[in-house]
């Protein structure tokens, strides 16, 4: 079983940054794909930010610039910074890996983590 958990979230004002970071554990023989969404109240989730396990990248639009998604293969861990944060940022954030365990190696399959809430307002 592959579990995550994520942190870093919480208040900030406009304009200020935060660190999210989710660690992967469990029975892991591969991560390819991981990923930050984020679904605001009323809204759809969207995706924000995914990292494959190359190092490419790839951001929604609206976040291009101001965060900056990096993992630490190792580590299987996936990190968010988030500058120049805006009220519409507002959402909570999950984390999404595609992972392969140790007892099926050849099939990736999502794992979420619970979320985290960040609120950007003064």
């Known amino acids: 079983q592959v579990q995550l958990v994520e942190s870093g979230g919480g208040l900030v004002q406009p304009g200020g940054s935060l660190r999210l970071s989710c660690a992967a554990s469990g029975s892991i023989f591969s991560i390819n794909v991981m990923g930050w969404y984020r679904q605001a109240p009323g809204k759809q989730r969207e995706l924000v930010a995914d990292i494959t396990s190359g190092g490419s990248t790839s951001y929604t639009d609206s976040v291009k610039g101001r965060y900056t998604i990096s993992r630490d293969n190792a580590k299987n861990t996936v990190e968010l910074r988030m500058n120049s944060l805006k009220a519409e940022d507002t959402a909570v954030y999950s984390c999404?890996?595609?992972?392969?365990?140790?007892?099926?190696?050849?099939?990736?399959?999502?794992?979420w983590g619970q979320g985290t809430l960040v609120t950007v307002s003064s």
């Open positions: 999404k890996d595609h992972v392969a365990t140790v007892a099926v190696k050849y099939r990736y399959r999502e794992v």
